[in-house]
């Protein structure tokens, strides 16, 4: 079978096979489902990590600090992430994207969220002072979060290939360290109220209101 045949055999089948979508309990991975027209929905709360500028980083500075800039904005990321029980599904460049289920995920992520913020602010640019003394550069970034019916299937081909997520996603508004969508911020659990007045804390933005990080 030529290339071209193959290819159009292959839409054939994805734009006319009917889906088979189940309601998922778990975060899935690749292996648990097909490459045929088969999907998981789940209700999730979706946190994005931005950093801001990246492009500005990559055009101005050496390669190797760039990398290193990159590699410990993600690393805290993904270390919180974890810690708070999010599951990472992807990495896009200077990106990271997670996705929290369960009773407690609008709480988690949001810890998860200032979290971040506090590990950005008080922990990765004060090492960089420290170990670049002249350097003008902090990280910025923005983190959206989001509660969400999300939609996952596997794309690629065989050998080589993924899971996509498609979610109704927050706006990552720049001027926002963290955005929290209304519709998450109706529904986290009480005990991040204490959390918001505990002394010593950063301050994050969520819908044009204050709400202090995490001490």
């Known amino acids: 079978m030529s290339l071209k045949s193959d290819l159009e055999t292959k839409i054939g089948e994805i734009l006319g096979d009917t889906w088979s979508i ?20 789940l209700d999730g709360v979706v946190l994005y990590a931005d950093m801001s500028e990246s492009t500005y980083l990559v055009d ?5 600090f760039a990398a290193e800039i990159y590699k410990s904005y993600l690393h805290c990321a993904a270390k919180i992430i ?4 999010g ?5 896009d460049g200077d990106r990271i994207m997670a996705v929290f289920i369960g009773d407690s995920k609008n709480t988690s992520a949001t810890k998860a969220a200032l979290k971040i913020n506090y590990a950005r602010s008080k922990i990765i640019n004060p ?3 420290k170990y670049y003394k002249n350097t003008k550069y902090s990280i910025k ?3 959206g979060i989001d509660s969400s019916k999300l ?3 596997r794309t690629g081909i065989r050998g080589s290939n993924d899971l996509v997520w498609w979610e109704d996603l927050p706006i990552m508004r720049q001027n926002y360290v963290v955005y929290l969508a209304i519709s998450l911020l109706e529904l986290l659990l009480k005990c991040i109220t204490y959390w918001m007045i505990a002394p010593n ?11 202090p990080g995490i001490p």
């Open 22 to 41: 189940r309601d998922g309990i778990n975060v899935p991975s690749a292996e648990d489902l097909k490459l045929t027209n088969d999907a998981v929905k």
């Open 87 to 91: 599951e990472i599904t992807a990495y």
């Open 60 to 64: 101005q500075y050496k390669a190797e």
């Open 201 to 211: 804390t950063l301050t994050a933005k969520a819908c044009g209101k204050k709400y």
């Open 151 to 153: 939609f996952v299937a």
């Open 127 to 129: 090492s960089i002072l």
């Open 141 to 143: 970034h923005t983190i």
């Open 82 to 85: 974890r810690s708070q029980g």
